[in-house]
């Protein structure tokens, strides 16, 4: 079996040696670059299995390079920059990425989150042989094209948002502790920071809910976590 591609996008040379150097021990093959168009490049050519990318690079920003990304790839998409605030991480978020880590971080932190990214996406990938579709009223769920309808209409979820939506429907009317549903939809521990976890339903809430400010589907367990709500 052929090793697992990663490919990281960043300007600083020392990040990229840094990255390579922890996950090529793991026994990732890494492709890196430090630009925009050699990244889209990249991604026809080689195919990776996931991608970790800078926001702050020069000419095409690491946001304009996700949304290309996912014009055609659903791989992971870890972002890593400097910039910390919460409109920064909403917007990386929002725009297809999958993760968000801050400079600088703990090279153990970020592989354990690779990891749990890969191990999610060979489970997805296994999946797909498998009939499956979870209906509710005004809302279809289809778990192997991954797609979501709402009153007959295409809802264009991101890969978390997706993965979040599925795991709490498949438990309908159970309220999952927000630990629980980070570590099942990343498969790592929160550490304490569910800012990811919170803007990825945040955004799910806004694609799929009639009035996202009173959620129907997917409500909050104050104190706890979430549920989904099939009682419509």
């Not at 870890?78 to 991480?89: A, P, R, T, V």
Request: hydrophobic share 40%; charged share 25%.
């Amino acid at each position: 079996m052929s090793a697992e591609k990663i490919l990281i996008v960043d300007d600083e040379p020392e990040i990229i040696e840094l990255i390579r150097l922890y996950l090529a021990k793991e026994g990732y093959e890494i492709i890196s670059t430090d630009n925009g168009p050699s990244a889209l490049d990249y991604m026809e050519r080689y195919k990776p299995d996931m991608v970790i990318l800078d926001i702050l690079l020069p000419g095409m920003d690491g946001i304009e390079i996700c949304r290309q990304i996912r014009r055609n790839y659903h791989i992971p998409i870890l972002f890593i920059s400097c910039k910390s605030e919460d409109m920064d991480i909403i917007l990386g978020l929002s725009i297809g990425g999958d993760d968000y880590v801050t400079k600088p971080f703990s090279p153990s932190q970020l592989v354990a989150r690779v990891k749990a990214h890969l191990r999610r996406k060979q489970l997805l990938d296994q999946q797909k042989e498998e009939s499956q579709q979870l209906s509710f009223p005004g809302l279809e769920i289809d778990l192997i094209s991954r797609n979501v309808w709402v009153n007959g209409s295409i809802a264009p979820l991101s890969s978390k948002e997706f993965d979040l939506l599925a795991l709490m429907a498949k438990k309908p009317n159970k309220v999952v502790p927000i630990e629980q549903l980070y570590q099942m939809a990343w498969g790592v521990d929160s550490n304490g920071d569910t800012r990811t976890l919170l803007v990825h339903i945040s955004n799910l809430r806004k694609k799929i809910e009639p009035n996202p400010t009173e959620p129907v589907f997917v409500q909050t367990v104050r104190g706890v976590g979430y549920k989904f709500n099939s009682c419509i």
